[in-house]
């Protein structure tokens, strides 16, 4: 089964720096990976995802992520972040489980951004 | 464009008490999943649905159960609650293309006293 590490529970930055979430997958397979974003008190929305096309893929909000396959990494990224970039950003890899392709979470990063 | 929605938003039980969380989609879609979100846990899958009328054990099932009776809903059953069962509850959604990703609702915050 896929497992998902996301290196670093809290991850703070000052705005205007670079961001990165550090994502890694389990499989050689490679499988469909996600990035998700949790602002407070909501639900979970989809920031990017790659389905085995370009390896590194854009999301919304300026964020983009790079699929590794020797790395088995595909790590979130943003060149400057904004103080609404404050979050908890989770880490998905599909799985087959029980017949059917499910996604596996990771335990998610909070993300402080300070002025 | 409701999307997914759950019901109720917050809730405080007592040990031993029974509810049901509902979660509704207006998507038409196939798939329903239950998951529970603890700190430093991520999100951990509870039980799924593949249709109407089938459910599934995810990770965790133990002290839950689900019904899907209508393709639209997908109930999640705490029959004798535990402090253990504290958490925030989500529910998505998605066509079964897991390529697509899940449509998640904004979630059940759940504390049992």
């Known amino acids: 089964a896929q497992s998902v590490t996301q290196l670093g529970s809290h991850v703070s930055v000052s705005e205007g720096a670079l961001v990165l979430l550090r994502c890694n997958y389990s499989?050689?397979?490679?499988?469909?990976l996600f990035w998700y974003v949790q602002y407070p008190n909501q639900g979970l929305q989809l920031l990017l995802k790659?389905?085995?096309?370009?390896?590194l893929v854009k999301g919304i909000n300026g964020f983009e992520a790079e699929f590794k396959k020797s790395e088995t990494s595909f790590h979130l990224t943003k060149p400057s972040a904004h103080m609404s970039d404050a979050a908890e950003y989770f880490c998905a890899v599909s799985d087959r489980l029980g017949g059917y392709n499910k996604l596996i979470f990771g335990a998610g990063t909070r993300l402080a951004v300070h002025p | 464009n409701a999307g997914v929605t759950q019901t109720p938003k917050f809730r405080v039980l007592k040990t031993g008490q029974s509810m049901t969380l509902l979660c509704a989609q207006d998507m038409n879609h196939e798939y329903m999943y239950w998951y529970r979100q603890d700190p430093g846990m991520g999100l951990r899958l509870i039980h799924y649905?593949?249709?109407?009328?089938?459910?599934a054990k995810g990770e965790v099932p133990d002290g839950y159960n689900v019904s899907r009776l209508k393709k639209q809903n997908f109930l999640l059953g705490l029959e004798s609650a535990a402090p253990s069962q504290t958490s925030v509850y989500f529910c998505a959604s998605n066509n079964g293309g897991v390529a697509y990703g899940y449509t998640f609702g904004s979630g059940t915050r759940l504390t049992v006293v």
């Open positions: 790659y389905t085995s096309a370009a390896t």
């Open positions: 649905s593949v249709g109407e009328g089938t459910t």
């Open positions: 499989s050689s397979v490679p499988p469909y």
